[in-house]
């Protein structure tokens, strides 16, 4: 651009330079950052979704950003799903929302700002004491409405102006005591609370004052530039109570405009064509991306930006504390898994026996294989699926023995030189290489049949249709739809492969397995057809869910603690979810699947929370 035509832009239209002031501090509050992590820490532990009741604070941008995390934000308690995460927002809940909550057995954290807990505190002390409580503030904005909500009805009046005060129904000798709102314009406040005082003698007020430390500290920031300025701009959302208050402020203190605006969509030339001096501040609720467009919007337009001195905030909070959202399911988790390791082993230890006659070299072949190694997911699978249909854990168990022997098999054939080669599998040499890759074939071969027949066992279910089915269902997890098919898929991809191809290659290696562990369990215990099919779905994500993670492991993760080699796809030139959508794609696609779990799982209440626990542990675990 020719330097007198950049001159001429940077140039109000009386020529002087263009400048923004920056007011300090202007956004995000600390009760703001806590409340955001608060929802961003319960879907990274909890995974999504987790829900929220209300905006978790009033802006429009932050909200989205945290849906598309897997947040989702509802109105009502009532539209949670009973038993699911849910954070309650910033503003603060009223006693009965978070009775709702308890009776809908939702697990919950609360976000509110501890600067509106301490009031929500006073206001319930100045109950106790029998005082009557005026309360300043916007009747309707969720922060009263949850003020409201520590007292019984009618022991708070609200009131927004000191013609209210005056019009209040009270004697003038009650007994009274007073409380803000945290957002409240502060010039405002002091004229009510002088009406107050003036009205009732026997009056009490909180000890600093409600009003926030960020309201405060904006509307003096703002205060101290408005004058200089031609107009002023407010980043914040419209239903944002200290954005408005923002707005108002400046104007009170003698900006010739004000202006509210999301974010620079919001401008235009008109707005800023006769303005030589903006002023530039955000509501505490208001993201700095949006801030940081605003600027350089201004600044496309030849404004130079000033930081102009103000006080410096060092409030930090504790975060919100994940405890309560520890469940008895997430407790006994591990206890879960140890115990039933324990009893599979036990199953298969006494099904492949110490038969003399028969080779002691096979049989140790098989046990080391099957037992003594292994997460024993698809037995858990199996053992929790007939748990929360009310079956027999006994029998549950031999259908687990027969599924941990036919996953051994596939590791074991998968890691011969054949396939993919391996040294090492939980931790310790692979089969053909502890023996010879012969003993490790029959193992294998010895393995399945041992599978089928520990299904086919009248042990295993008294209704020989029953037994049927199971082995019937299990030849198809194997065959060419499942594991054989699925393996050969990923040995001879033929070509480059799509998204789609990937999915299929791994429903059938890996995802195969897993729908039958869950069909198992609902042949076992029982269950009507749309249990069946909502189980069946849970299932085929958390198997695609299981393989993605698999993949997202041997890039990231760490051989010691997966107890094999790591990162050999991508040495091999093999392809994988990473080569196919590459780690980002695979993470978000991973969350994806999650929240499809947890959405199948979500009519069976929290019956289903140990089956949701298994699929945030497929999702989140190291090994
Ligand atoms: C069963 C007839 C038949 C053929 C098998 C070799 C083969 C054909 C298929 C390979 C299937 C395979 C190894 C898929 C990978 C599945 C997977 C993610 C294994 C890791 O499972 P984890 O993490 O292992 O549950 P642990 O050791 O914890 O049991």
Partial sequence: MPADQHDEISKGLAGAPRTVLLANPRGFCAGVRRAIAAVEDAIATYGPPVYVRRAIVHNRQVVERLERRGAIFVQDISAIPEGAVTVLSAHGSAQGVKDEAQRRRLRVVDAVCPLVAKIHSEVALWHRLGRHIVLVGHLGHPEITGTLGQVPAGSISVVATPQEVEALLLEKDTAIAYAIQTTFSVSDAAEIVGAIKLRFADCQGPRSSDICYATTNRQAAVVQIASRCDIMLIVGDRTSSNARRLTETARGAGAKQSYLIEDAADLTGQMIDAATVVGLSAAASAPEEAITQVCRWLEAKGFSLVETPGVEEHIRFKPVSLASLETDVTKSFAGAFAAARKQIDAVLEDAIGRTPGRSPRLAEAMRLAAMGGGKRFRAMLILTVTQMLGGSREQALRAGAAIECVHAQSLVHDDLPCMDDDDFRRGRPTLHRRFDEATAVLAGDALLALAFETLADPRTHEDGAVRAGLVLSLSRAIGQDGLAGGQMMDLYPGGTISRKQLTECQSRKTGA????????????????EEERRRLDSFAQNLGVLFQLQDDILDETGEP????????????????????????????????????????????????AAPLLEIARFAARRDH
């Fill in 513 to 528: 397995l897993f729908r039958f562990a869950v069909e198992a369990g609902t042949a076992l215990a029982g269950c009507g």
């Fill in 560 to 607: 010691a603690v997966a107890g094999k080699a790591l990162r050999k796809d991508a040495a091999r030139g093999r392809q994988n979810a990473m080569s196919v959508m590459g780690l980002e794609g695979a993470a978000c696609e991973a969350e994806r699947l999650l929240t499809q779990c947890a959405e199948a799982l979500a009519p069976f209440g929290p019956a």
